[in-house]
């Protein structure tokens, strides 16, 4: 059960990397918004944004198919722990009622944020175990 259950989690934080990528690969300006409006206008430029993009689709594809974990794993966490503390007062204050001057400025749907980065640590902690993941299939790791 808990190699399928790994695999799951290797799938969906893994899609979430490819979708997120894709939009900014395929409409950097949505990622220059984003970072204009949530990472205090780091890296918005288009040009790096769509690099960016195209980084976290092959990130989230090695990830999918469980190759180069030893990398990739980290780099996953890298990315989504790194954007949870960008948003942290979402997270901390999901109403808006203490970190915000306005109730409406704050962004509960970024909450789940929370479980995401969660995933990503079990899979670095439970790596030996995934028994599906590729690299460990071709390469006998």
């Known amino acids: 059960m808990k190699p ?3 695999l799951a989690l290797r799938v969906s934080t893994g ?4 979708i997120w990528g894709a939009m900014r690969a395929g409409s950097p300006e949505l990622g220059v918004g984003l970072a204009d409006k949530y990472y205090g206008g780091a890296v918005n430029s288009a ?3 769509a690099a960016f993009g195209w980084g976290e689709i ?3 594809a090695l990830v999918i198919l469980g190759l180069f974990r030893m990398i990739a794993y980290p780099l996953q966490a890298l990315l ?3 954007g949870l503390a960008m948003i942290w007062r979402h997270i901390l204050d999901p109403f808006g009622r203490f970190l915000f001057a306005e109730g409406s400025q704050a962004n509960v749907l970024f909450f789940p944020s929370t479980t995401v980065a969660v995933a990503t640590l079990v899979l ?18």
């Open 4 to 6: 399928i259950l790994l």
């Open 47 to 49: 040009a790096i944004q």
């Open 80 to 82: 989504l722990i790194g």
């Open 124 to 141: 670095l902690a439970f790596k030996s175990e995934d028994r599906l993941a590729l690299d460990r299939i071709i390469f006998r790791k």
């Open 58 to 60: 092959a990130l989230g």
């Open 15 to 18: 899609a979430l990397l490819v």
